[in-house]
């Protein structure tokens, strides 16, 4: 039997693999597994999964980028924390520019 350790760690990785996917099928097969309900519209589910994109800590700056440019093309204002995009973008294009593309860093 898997510890609730183990089962935290294997669920974060299939959320991980899965996101990054940006593959619905894998998403959604994703969601079923952990009997996620699924969106009530495509553009909501999109913009979900972008959103989570955001604040997951083992995402790149150029995953966030995507994700971030993504939800303001499709009309979004604001991160799931209420931060302006444009102000969440402009944070990651300045890491970027400075070559640090790497995930952050967890305490």
């Known amino acids: 039997m898997e510890s609730k350790k ?19 099928y894998t998403i959604v097969k994703y969601m079923a597994k952990y009997r996620m309900p699924f969106p ?16 997951i800590t083992t995402f790149t700056v150029d995953e ?17 924390t209420d931060t302006p995009l ?3 973008l402009a944070g990651l294009l300045e890491r ?8 952050e860093k967890m305490c």
């Open 6 to 24: 183990e089962m935290i760690e294997q669920f974060v990785k299939d959320r991980d693999a899965a996101f990054r996917s940006l593959d619905m």
């Open 40 to 55: 009530s519209s495509e553009l909501v589910f999109w913009a979900m999964i972008h959103k989570a994109r955001l604040d």
């Open 64 to 80: 966030k980028i995507e994700s971030c440019q993504w939800l303001m093309e499709h009309g979004f204002k604001q991160d799931l």
């Open 86 to 88: 444009e102000t969440v």
């Open 96 to 103: 970027r520019d400075a070559g640090d593309d790497q995930p």
